[in-house]
């Protein structure tokens, strides 16, 4: 394998994990923390999130990825803050929680809503106000996310029946961006 392909992830993982204005500030389980932090989300689910969103044409990070030295780092973690920071406002009755009372912070709500990340940041970018953009994205799928209770609507899953698994990823994923899709359309 080739590790290159994990470091940019796995450094902007840890940048998210350390820096102040960061959502997911302490947050993140490295397996270098010690114990007893309170850390809710897998280091694991996060850098998947991230390798997609750098998968050109249509990652949300890969226009900042031109290859090797030439990356703009700052640039990708200063989008991924601007998403998940809206993530955590439209959702904060699910954020910092324990996956077992929150299925946003469990690996399959992280790589969900990571894939989701792509087409929201797409549209934000060439929005006037790309952080309105993606807050009111997200805001309109709220009433259509069930990560501490409720029925996935579609899928007829129980908030907590969410896993971890690539169909259960998968079928969420097309489900909230197709949603996103119908949502977003200009009313005709």
């Known amino acids: 394998r080739d590790l ?9 993982c840890n940048l998210l994990n350390r820096q102040q204005k960061s959502p997911f500030l302490r947050l993140i389980k ?3 923390d010690l114990e007893g932090t309170a850390a809710v989300v897998t280091d694991t689910a996060i850098v998947d999130a991230i390798k997609q ?9 890969s226009p900042y990825k031109r290859g ?16 998940w920071t809206a993530v955590r ?7 910092g929680r324990p996956s077992t009372e929150s299925r946003l912070m469990h690996s399959a709500g992280i790589r969900v809503m990571g894939a989701l990340m792509d087409p929201i940041m797409l549209r934000a970018d060439s929005s006037a106000t790309p952080e309105v953009e993606v807050r ?17 609507e579609e899928l007829g899953w129980r908030w907590n029946e969410v896993q971890g ?14 949603k996103d899709r119908e949502l977003s359309r200009p009313s005709r």
């Open 30 to 32: 490295r397996p270098s």
């Open 68 to 83: 090797g030295e030439d990356s703009e780092p700052d640039a990708m973690f200063n989008a991924l803050v601007l998403y």
């Open 165 to 178: 698994t690539p169909q259960h990823i998968a079928k969420l994923a097309d489900y909230l961006i197709r």
């Open 136 to 152: 009111e994205s997200l805001r309109r799928l709220a009433p259509y996310c069930c990560w501490t209770e409720g029925v996935w």
């Open 89 to 95: 406002e439209i959702f904060p009755e699910a954020w």
């Open 4 to 12: 290159a392909a994990n470091k940019l992830p796995s450094e902007l």
């Open 53 to 61: 969103n750098l998968k050109p044409p249509m990652g949300a990070l």
